[in-house]
């Protein structure tokens, strides 16, 4: 396999980078993390998309907008409890 391919492919560090991103967005609450985390998720969803199918694509894309309005949200609802209890 040539390195031009193998770029295109979905590799464990890609994977890995993602979840790290996960666990410190939803775990720990660091959303200072969910940029690096729509950017990985997004390079995720360009590599996979070469295997899948439109509506695949479309439900793919979908499921990362609904997650990112989850976090956003309790993001948002985080910051009103930090402002209100000081």
Do not use: C
Request: hydrophobic letters at 45%; glycine letters at 2%.
């Amino acid at each position: 396999m040539d390195q031009a391919n193998n770029t295109s492919l979905v590799q464990p560090q890609d994977l890995s980078r993602a979840f790290e991103n996960v666990m410190h967005v939803f775990k720990d609450g660091n959303y200072e993390k969910l940029p690096d985390l729509l950017q990985d998720t997004g390079h995720l969803l360009m590599k996979a998309s070469k295997k899948l199918t439109p509506r695949q694509m479309v439900l793919a894309v979908a499921a990362v907008a609904v997650v990112t309005i989850f976090v956003v949200a309790r993001a948002a609802d985080d910051n009103d409890e930090h402002h209100q209890a000081a």
